[in-house]
């Protein structure tokens, strides 16, 4: 077998391919329409840079009050595609609750080894810690999410030790969101993403979160669509299951009706991911 039950590519790929019978060039358009929509109604900073490369650099949808708590919310694409500037849509709802929208981009591969897309997201959450006043934001009061890949991320800020290499705060992010993650990085190796993410067995091991320690001491909720493939509601419950076993306060829950990209309707205002954003920082 090459992964868990999965003896073929073809079996790993139907799995972890969840643009199959979808329109790619309807659904960016449409995003990107949304995204051009929310940034000419509100006042962003854009491309702040928070890196040295050009690929680091982030959207910020600013709230009505300048000392608002910030959330940072990194995209998906499957580590080889897209940027912020689609995403901009999923900040209206939160702006509406009076909280700062960071939209983070960052390098892809194969243009960068796998590694430095996780090292990218580390440094953008670090930069906004010691730069909340340069942007008007309260980052003291942080929390984060992503969608796909972003999800992948997410968990792997959750795996990062502040304290030892940033100098931070262990619990420097309030709360997490991940959106139909990745947890366990070992069929994509296997996978028809493989030429462009070019994994390494080092990278499995060190960058899949449901085999690394929860260091942040904060609530986390994860999420998947009742319409995507079984492996994504699969490694949900097992990252689920592995953060809990840690003492993490940690809900999964699957959504019905949703497919991998319908799900990010939940941003909009009001709506159920907007609602559990806020809560993180209600706490």
């Known amino acids: 077998m090459l992964y868990r039950d999965f003896a073929t590519q073809e079996a790993i790929d139907?799995?972890?391919?969840?643009?199959?019978?979808?329109?790619p060039s309807a659904l960016l358009a449409d995003w990107q329409a949304r995204s051009a929509d929310f940034m000419a109604r509100?006042?962003?900073?854009?491309?702040?840079?928070?890196?040295?490369?050009?690929?680091?650099?982030?959207?910020?949808?600013?709230?009505?009050?300048?000392?608002?708590?910030l959330h940072l919310?990194?995209?998906?694409?499957?580590?080889?595609?897209?940027?912020?500037?689609?995403?901009?849509?999923?900040?209206?709802?939160?702006?509406?609750?009076?909280?700062?929208v960071a939209v983070v981009n960052y390098a892809l591969c194969p243009t960068v080894a796998f590694g430095e897309l996780v090292r990218q997201a580390r440094a953008a959450v670090a930069w906004v810690q010691r730069n909340g006043s340069v942007l008007g934001v309260d980052s003291a009061r942080l929390s984060v999410s992503g969608h796909s890949a972003g999800g992948h991320?997410?968990?792997?800020?959750?795996?990062?030790?502040?304290?030892?290499?940033?100098?931070?705060?262990?619990?420097?992010?309030?709360?997490?969101?991940?959106?139909?993650?990745?947890?366990?990085?070992?069929?994509?190796?296997?996978s028809w993403?493989?030429?462009?993410?070019?994994?390494?067995?080092?990278?499995?091991?060190?960058?899949?979160?449901?085999?690394?320690?929860?260091?942040?001491?904060?609530?986390?909720?994860?999420?998947?669509?009742?319409?995507?493939?079984?492996?994504?509601?699969?490694?949900?419950?097992?990252?689920?299951?592995?953060?809990?076993?840690?003492?993490v306060a940690v809900g999964a829950e699957l959504l019905p009706g949703d497919d991998h990209f319908s799900i990010l309707d939940h941003y909009a205002p009001g709506g159920l991911f907007t609602q559990r954003i806020a809560s993180f920082h209600q706490a």
Not at 216 to 231: I, N, R
Not at 233 to 247: K, S
């Open 14 to 23: 139907r799995e972890y391919d969840p643009m199959r019978g979808r329109d």
């Open 42 to 69: 509100c006042r962003v900073s854009r491309d702040v840079a928070y890196g040295p490369t050009l690929a680091e650099c982030m959207d910020v949808y600013h709230a009505e009050r300048d000392d608002a708590p």
């Open 153 to 190: 991320l997410t968990a792997m800020l959750l795996a990062t030790d502040w304290q030892g290499n940033y100098g931070l705060p262990d619990d420097t992010i309030a709360g997490a969101l991940c959106v139909s993650g990745l947890y366990d990085l070992r069929p994509f190796p296997w």
């Open 193 to 247: 993403l493989q030429p462009k993410l070019q994994l390494t067995g080092r990278d499995v091991t060190d960058y899949s979160p449901l085999f690394l320690p929860c260091q942040v001491p904060a609530p986390v909720h994860l999420v998947a669509g009742g319409e995507e493939s079984s492996e994504f509601a699969r490694q949900m419950q097992a990252h689920a299951e592995h953060l809990g076993a840690q003492g």
């Open 73 to 100: 919310f990194f995209h998906g694409g499957y580590w080889r595609s897209l940027s912020h500037r689609e995403f901009g849509f999923v900040a209206e709802g939160l702006v509406q609750a009076g909280i700062n």
